[in-house]
């Protein structure tokens, strides 16, 4: 691709690393350029009695800073597959949209709709069904017994598609390593799940907390081929147009999930 010049050989020697790390998966191919700034979305419902939350902005070219700038005055609505719909309202923080309280639920369908000047885009996500997982524990790196590293323990439920995104946070401030995982090899097995990320340290003292999130698969292959490029130090909703499930352009995904929340103190 034409901008593929201009990308620092340290990036395509880590993007080469991680693909070969992630063998289990289709390499996803991402465009690696400067486009025109374009819309974007990053909506969840989660089943949890909450205010739903969908976030509105707008991309920024490839080779800037990772900030994007919001997006107020859209008209945001979320509707299920049993009736329900739920209209947003933009909160204090601009281009932040969120619902009254309401829960989601497994085997739902939702529809997300954003229209803005003039044009409407949409998303589906189905909310799987909820794994519970068991303990999040911890050992010495390899490299470093100084630093840890966080194992999620979980049964991943035989004969069904499963596939997972975690968020790690260390003291309160999450890291910026994107986690996934999937069922590929251990469909009804017991899983041992290494968190590895090296975006920050994790020591003794630490408060660690990790959100185990269930998710469908068009919202795991978002997060799968972002953490594919994540060493591009761009990492962000859109650094390089991953698959969204949104329509009519925009970038971002919209995803329906469960959320179970694990911590543990390092000691």
Same mark, same amino acid.
């Given at each position: 691709?034409?901008?593929?010049?201009?990308?620092? =050989?340290?990036?395509?020697?880590? !993007?080469?690393?991680?693909?070969?790390?992630?063998?289990?998966?289709?390499?996803?191919?991402?465009?690696?350029?400067?486009?025109?700034?374009?819309?974007?979305?990053?909506?969840?419902?989660?089943?949890?009695?909450?205010?739903?939350?969908?976030?509105?902005?707008?991309?920024?070219?490839?080779?800037?800073?990772?900030?994007?700038?919001?997006?107020?005055?859209?008209?945001?609505?979320?509707?299920?597959?049993?009736?329900?719909?739920?209209?947003?309202?933009?909160?204090?923080? !601009?281009?932040? =949209?969120?619902?009254?309280?309401?829960?989601?639920?497994?085997?739902?369908?939702?529809?997300?709709?954003?229209?803005?000047?003039?044009?409407?885009?949409?998303?589906?996500?189905?909310?799987?069904?909820?794994?519970?997982?068991?303990?999040?524990?911890?050992?010495?790196?390899?490299?470093?017994?100084?630093?840890?590293?966080?194992?999620?323990?979980?049964?991943?439920?035989?004969?069904?598609?499963?596939?997972?995104?975690?968020?790690?946070?260390?003291?309160?401030?999450?890291?910026?390593?994107?986690?996934?995982?999937?069922?590929?090899?251990?469909?009804?097995?017991?899983?041992?799940?290494?968190?590895?990320?090296?975006?920050?340290?994790?020591?003794?003292?630490?408060?660690?907390?990790?959100?185990?999130?269930?998710?469908?698969?068009?919202?795991?292959?978002?997060?799968?081929?972002?953490?594919?490029?994540?060493?591009?130090?761009?990492?962000?909703?859109?650094?390089?147009?991953?698959?969204?499930?949104?329509?009519?352009?925009?970038?971002?995904?919209?995803?329906?999930?469960?959320?179970?929340?694990?911590?543990?103190?390092?000691?």
């Amino acid at each position: 691709m034409k901008m593929f010049g201009k990308i620092k =050989y340290q990036v395509l020697l880590a !993007a080469i690393m991680l693909i070969c790390a992630t063998s289990c998966q289709k390499v996803i191919e991402l465009k690696l350029d400067n486009a025109q700034p374009q819309l974007v979305i990053e909506g969840i419902v989660t089943n949890q009695l909450i205010n739903q939350t969908v976030k509105i902005s707008q991309s920024v070219p490839f080779d800037n800073s990772n900030v994007f700038p919001p997006v107020s005055g859209a008209v945001v609505t979320i509707a299920d597959n049993h009736g329900n719909t739920y209209n947003l309202t933009e909160s204090s923080t !601009a281009g932040t =949209y969120t619902s009254i309280k309401f829960q989601g639920h497994t085997g739902y369908t939702y529809t997300l709709t954003v229209q803005l000047n003039g044009k409407t885009y949409t998303a589906a996500s189905i909310m799987p069904g909820q794994v519970r997982f068991d303990d999040l524990t911890y050992k010495d790196s390899f490299f470093d017994s100084a630093k840890k590293i966080m194992t999620v323990h979980y049964l991943d439920p035989v004969n069904v598609a499963n596939q997972y995104h975690f968020l790690l946070f260390i003291n309160n401030v999450q890291a910026k390593t994107v986690l996934v995982n999937d069922d590929s090899f251990s469909n009804g097995k017991y899983v041992d799940y290494d968190l590895y990320q090296d975006k920050s340290d994790i020591r003794v003292g630490d408060n660690v907390m990790v959100e185990a999130q269930c998710v469908d698969r068009n919202v795991f292959l978002y997060w799968f081929s972002l953490s594919q490029q994540q060493d591009n130090g761009n990492a962000g909703p859109t650094p390089s147009n991953p698959p969204s499930n949104l329509s009519n352009g925009a970038l971002g995904y919209f995803s329906a999930h469960t959320v179970q929340r694990l911590s543990v103190t390092i000691r």
